[in-house]
């Protein structure tokens, strides 16, 4: 099973600052099959990137992801308030088990 | 509209069983691998289950053997049966899309979550 570490656990910034985003798997992520969520309280998570640098229907410029192998990177540009949230890696390789990531948590500084 | 919907949690006794239905609508649930995803309080996500299109499952090692995922067709509902319940089994149960036809990939769209807790 592939182990996936997101950190910091928690990152405080401010509106209109950037945010930086790292999950690193315990092995090669096959085919950059890696996602990123967004999940605020009470909701369910909502898909931002897919294949490791894609973005999801609907989702803004500003969210952006990179990497391959075991290091992947999410990029929010520029914080905007709707943005403080929860985010999570996940890994979808060709064979499950399939495995999510602990989360980091962007909250307002 | 593209849409899941699930029912089905509750309160239900260690050792005891539920079944947790997804009701999908505009899109049919056997083109594509659909799958859950749990979240117990406080906590993270955690993959539970995978159907593919063509049938076969796959399962976490925490649920395997006592979960079983399946789909009805003609209703357009994927179902989860969940045997043995144990207390670390609480948690909210999302379904969701695999978002390719017939491939992995990433979950695109999401049900609001069913709530299971498992208590004496």
């Known amino acids: 099973e592939i182990v996936l570490t997101q950190s910091p656990g928690t990152l405080s910034l401010s509106p209109g600052e950037r945010a930086t985003l790292s999950c690193r798997a315990s092995?090669?992520?096959?085919?950059?099959?890696l996602a990123w969520y967004q999940q605020k309280p009470g909701q369910a998570p909502r898909l931002l990137i897919y294949?490791?640098?894609s973005r999801a229907t609907g989702i803004p410029d500003r969210f952006s992801g990179s990497g391959s192998g075991t290091d992947f990177t999410l990029t929010i540009r520029r914080l905007e308030p709707e943005d403080f949230a929860v985010y999570y890696c996940h890994q979808y390789g060709s064979s499950p088990p399939w495995t999510f990531g602990q989360g980091t948590k962007v909250e307002i500084k | 509209e593209v849409q899941l919907v699930e029912s089905g949690g509750g309160l239900v006794q260690p050792g005891g069983s539920l079944r947790l239905s997804c009701a999908a609508s505009g899109f049919p649930v056997n083109g594509h691998y659909m799958t859950w995803v749990r979240q117990a309080p406080g906590k993270g996500l955690e993959w539970v289950s995978v159907?593919?299109?063509?049938?076969?499952?796959y399962y976490a090692d925490s649920v395997k053997g006592r979960f079983t995922i399946s789909r009805d067709n003609s209703k357009n509902t994927l179902y989860l049966q969940m045997n043995s319940l144990r207390a670390e089994d609480t948690a909210v149960y999302f379904c969701?899309?695999?978002?390719?036809?017939?491939?992995?990939?990433?979950?695109?769209?999401w049900g609001q979550g069913t709530m299971v807790t498992v208590s004496s």
């Open positions: 294949g490791a640098s």
């Open positions: 159907i593919y299109t063509g049938g076969s499952t």
């Open positions: 092995q090669s992520v096959s085919s950059s099959y």
């Open positions: 969701a899309r695999v978002r390719a036809e017939l491939r992995v990939d990433a979950f695109d769209i």
